[in-house]
């Protein structure tokens, strides 16, 4: 489900499409995992590119690096 709001749409990590460097616009997780995701560079008005999804998982860029994420995190970070 894509949501719109002002400045455009955005849609969670999990919905976005493979190959296309997005930005990181909102994070709904508990303040102790989103400091955990800041400190691995996934951040609000962060760069990420996501490389492939399955498995449960989603495996993005984010800077220089690769991370994986499981897909109920995936679905509480919303990119535009």
Request: hydrophobic share 45%; net charge positive.
């Amino acid at each position: 489900k894509i949501l719109t709001k002002k400045g455009g749409q955005f849609m969670p990590l999990i919905l976005a499409p493979e190959n296309v460097e997005l930005t990181i616009i909102k994070v709904l997780l508990d303040d102790k995992l989103k400091k955990h995701l800041q400190d691995m560079g996934i951040a609000i008005n962060g760069k990420i590119t996501i490389l492939s999804k399955g498995n449960g998982s989603v495996i993005c860029i984010v800077k220089e690096g690769r991370v994986a994420l499981d897909s109920n995190i995936a679905t509480k970070i919303f990119v535009k």
